[in-house]
């Protein structure tokens, strides 16, 4: 069972912006950075964001993350049908000792 | 280029242990830790645990804690997990991913089938 929570799902046309929220405790993100991932249809995961809001070369700046208190949010602005994904995110835990994903937010663009 | 290679996909039956293998280059493998994340068929990421390569230490996640073992051997580059006591639920497609409490780089996963 995940105790980082995420919306199972968001949609959204191209080129609008779309967030997606990461909702943990005070012993995973409270304590400690936050990573997302993207997921295309029959691939590995591919990083995304990572010290809660730094990007890997690469990645456009359309990505964006960011943390408050407890709780993170990936933004992802200009939408493309190529973001079409699951994404998730990341944190350790301190009191499982050990890390964590979100259950994952499937993404469509319409 | 960093790159992780792992072991092809595997058919085990109820009880049986499963090795995959992440065959790495690109870095020294020796500066980051391996981390194993599963999975399930249409299912979200599951962290299984790491191996840290410098001195062999490992962190499991506690569901697993009783039936993996994850070594590395810095000979070859390649990290190991053992999964023994399989189930049917361990039917996953397992990713090997280079840690620097990053995840920066993953293997492109292998399939464990579990069945009888």
């Known amino acids: 069972q995940s105790m980082l929570t995420q919306p199972p799902s968001v949609s959204g046309t191209p080129g609008q912006r779309v967030a997606i929220s990461c909702s943990g405790s005070?012993?995973?993100?409270?304590?400690?950075?936050v990573n997302w991932f993207q997921q295309l249809p029959g691939m590995a995961p591919k990083l995304l964001i990572f010290?809660?809001?730094q990007r890997p070369s690469g990645v456009p700046d359309r990505f964006s993350g960011s943390k408050s208190g407890t709780s993170a949010s990936l933004a992802i602005t200009g939408l493309r049908s190529d973001d079409e994904a699951d994404y998730y995110c990341?944190?350790?835990?301190?009191?499982?000792?050990?890390?964590?994903f979100g259950g994952g937010t499937k993404l469509t663009v319409l | 280029q960093v790159q992780l290679m792992q072991s092809g996909a595997s058919v085990k039956s109820p009880g049986a242990s499963v090795n995959v293998s992440c065959k790495t280059s690109?870095?020294?493998?020796?500066?980051?830790?391996i981390s194993w994340v599963r999975q399930a068929p249409g299912q979200g990421l599951e962290w299984i645990g790491w191996?840290?390569?410098?001195?062999?230490?490992?962190a499991y996640a506690q569901q697993f804690q009783d039936r993996v073992t994850m070594t590395a051997d810095t000979s070859t580059s390649t990290a190991y997990m053992e999964l023994r006591s399989l189930r049917s639920d361990d039917t996953a497609i397992y990713y090997c991913?280079?840690?620097?409490?990053?995840?920066?780089?993953w293997g492109p996963g292998t399939l464990v089938t579990v069945a009888s």
């Open positions: 005070p012993s995973s993100i409270g304590n400690n950075t």
């Open positions: 990341g944190a350790w835990d301190d009191s499982l000792n050990g890390r964590l």
């Open positions: 010290h809660n809001d």
């Open positions: 991913s280079r840690d620097s409490l990053n995840f920066d780089f």
């Open positions: 690109g870095y020294t493998f020796s500066h980051y830790g």
């Open positions: 191996v840290i390569p410098y001195n062999g230490d490992t």
